[in-house]
Nanobody, 124 residues
Framework: QVKVVESGGGLVQAGGSLRLSCAAS????????VGWYRQAPGKEREFVGA????????HYQPSVLGRFTISKDNAKNTVYLQMESLQSEDTAVYYC?????????????????WGQGTQVTVSP
């Protein structure tokens, strides 16, 4: 079983940048697909983006495409979410989620392990 822990959240002005980290422990991250989600106050949790276990494939929701980038460093057992041109609408708790790669299972959208989240606040 893998445990994932997010870090890097904080307060940033609109137009600024932040990089979130998702660190894994207990198992190597190299064979895990990883996704990022967020939940704003009063809203349902929504998908932000994902990266495949190989790191070769990424997928983003339209509102963050071109502004957010997900990368994977298997040597450090860490996945990153680089966020640029942040807007107030990006304010939310951001969660990392992971699942082992498996034949017949989609590489994004289904996750077994979730972190506790890290708060990102974008001021106007």
């Amino acid at each position: 079983q893998v445990k994932v822990v997010e870090s890097g959240g904080g307060l940033v002005q609109a137009g600024g940048s932040l990089r979130l980290s998702c660190a894994a422990s207990g198992r190597s991250f190299s064979s895990y697909n990883v996704g990022w989600y967020r939940q704003a106050p009063g809203k349902e949790r929504e998908f932000v983006g994902a990266i495949s276990w190989t790191g070769d494939h990424t997928h983003y929701q339209p509102s963050v495409l071109g502004r957010f980038t997900i990368s994977k460093d298997n040597a450090k057992n860490t996945v990153y979410l680089q966020m640029e041109s942040l807007q107030s609408e990006d304010t939310a708790v951001y969660y990392c989620a992971a699942s082992p790669s498996s034949i017949g299972r989609p590489w994004y959208g289904e996750y077994d392990y979730w972190g506790q989240g890290t708060q990102v606040t974008v001021s106007p």
